[in-house]
């Protein structure tokens, strides 16, 4: 743990203070009528301290601080597993949730972090299917950026033994977003061709590498030029640097029909011409606005272009092109089944060599801002995982260190960033 149990002990249970947690009362009720004086009874009354990333208000990377809660186990209600939470997957969805453009993360103060691995601590009396010491995936809508963090079982995933922590972290939003679009919605098949933006990202490696599982794909992937090496090594065919070339252009030049398929993660101008590029029978699938993002604080200018230049058009223009608009969003899908189907599949394909996360680099709780940051100066090629254990001082960031290149470039910004974090631990004040 922390070792900061003197303030914790202080505090108020995060339970108490979350509406979509359990109330004490409610989590009495929950418990099996124990007895009290028994050693496993008084070990669930001892409160758990723990840190976790809490955004405090909206806006730069200092909004995010890291401080120490505490909570009993005895709080865990029917159906949820307590996780110690041993690696978290940094999202985009968390650079726009600081900013508050992300419309599922409840109001600050609130704890950030939907994705995570760890080990399971305990269960609650009803939970048959999860047993304490399983390795698992964990899912919430927040609340993952903690060292423990309490669970719905049936948003727990098992791991495989060869699956590492930071793997399992990278793998269920970037795949399963990845996944969804292009076998649920776009009905991926031989010979197609795909616009993968952000493909240096980590649903743009998680799409690239699920589109290789189908034959004679052919993948357009625009990336900064410093990444291109890596994700042709990686499966994408047509690699082009958006930041200096006119990727419709690139693309017209290779397919002068177009695409099959767009996965449009920007929004804005670049819907528009996404829809423009789609072949006849094609489908664009809008799912992010990446575009409104322009740095650490909210842009509103970016904003209002992103929104002026969207795309609308009426259903008649759609029937005269045949073309397809859809869109998605991962958090707004409720089918459990669907959910867990499809994580399912991705462990198939992970156990069968195909699939495999990329991790960009792993930074501690401590680290927070540098991981933003490399997000935000579009520095990462795959997944940034954030690490819940503390920064022992020695310790330097770990970044993927294949290209000798890029390491030289990133150790440099990391070392700059060092200055600028204002990442706190301190005690959460009532
Ligand atoms: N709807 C859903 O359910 C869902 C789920 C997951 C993710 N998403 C969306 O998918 C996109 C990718 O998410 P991710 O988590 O995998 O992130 P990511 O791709 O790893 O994001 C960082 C990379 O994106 C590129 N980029 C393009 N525009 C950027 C901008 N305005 N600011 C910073 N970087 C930018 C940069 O690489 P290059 O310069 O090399 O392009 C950067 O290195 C995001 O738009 C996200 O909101 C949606």
């Known amino acids: ?158 791991i495989p033994e060869a699956m590492s922590f930071e793997e399992a972290a990278a793998l ?74 006119d990727y419709v252009t690139e693309i017209r030049k290779i397919n002068p029909k177009g695409v099959d398929i767009v996965l449009d993660p920007l929004g804005g101008a670049d819907t528009q011409k996404g829809f423009g590029l789609l072949k006849p029978l094609g489908m664009l699938i809008v799912f992010g606005t990446a575009n409104c993002v322009t740095g650490q604080k909210k842009n509103l200018l970016a904003m209002a272009k992103t929104w002026y230049n969207q795309l609308t058009l009426n259903t008649l223009k759609l029937m005269q092109t045949n073309k397809a608009i859809a869109g998605f969003h991962l958090g707004y899908i409720t089918d459990e089944e669907l959910f867990e189907r499809t994580l399912v599949k991705l462990m198939e394909l992970y156990q069968q060599g195909k699939i495999k996360p990329r991790i960009d680099s792993c930074y501690h ?9 490399r997000m935000h100066d579009r520095q990462n090629i795959g997944k940034v995982i954030l690490i819940p254990e503390p920064k022992k001082s020695e310790e330097k960031p770990q970044s993927n260190t294949e290209e000798a290149e890029n390491v030289g470039e990133n150790e440099a910004a990391v070392s700059d960033q060092k200055e600028e974090a204002a990442v706190e631990v301190e005690a959460e004040k009532d």
Request: proline share 7%; with cysteine; aromatic share 6%.
């Open 1 to 158: 743990m922390s070792g900061e149990e003197g303030p914790a002990q202080q505090q108020e249970p995060e339970q108490v203070k979350k509406p979509d947690e359990p109330p004490p009362a409610e989590a009495a009720e929950a418990k099996p009528e124990s007895s009290s004086s028994s050693p496993a009874a008084a070990e669930e009354e001892q409160p758990i301290s723990y840190r976790a990333l809490v955004l405090t208000g909206y806006g730069g990377y200092d909004k995010i601080k890291l401080q120490v809660k505490s909570m009993k186990k005895s709080q865990l209600k029917a159906g949820e597993v307590l996780v110690r939470v041993k690696a978290c997957g940094l999202n985009f969805a968390e650079l726009l949730g600081r900013q508050g453009l992300y419309d599922l993360l409840p109001a600050p103060p609130v704890t950030m972090g939907m994705e995570g691995s760890g080990v399971i601590e305990a269960v609650a009396e009803d939970v048959t299917d999860r047993k304490v010491g399983d390795r698992v995936i964990a899912m919430k809508r927040h609340g993952m950026w903690q060292e423990v963090a309490v669970v719905p079982a049936n948003r727990t995933f098992p």
């Open 172 to 245: 269920p939003i970037n795949y399963m977003t990845a996944y969804m679009m292009l076998f649920e919605m776009a009905n991926l098949r031989p010979g197609k061709s795909v616009l993968i933006h952000m493909a240096a990202g980590g649903v743009g490696i998680a799409a690239t590498q699920l589109c290789q599982t189908v034959q004679d794909v052919t993948i357009f992937g625009t990336a900064s030029a410093s990444k291109h090496e890596t994700i042709s090594q990686g499966g994408v065919t047509h690699p082009i640097d958006y930041r200096t070339k």
């Open 365 to 373: 709780f401590e680290e927070v801002t540098e991981a933003m940051k």
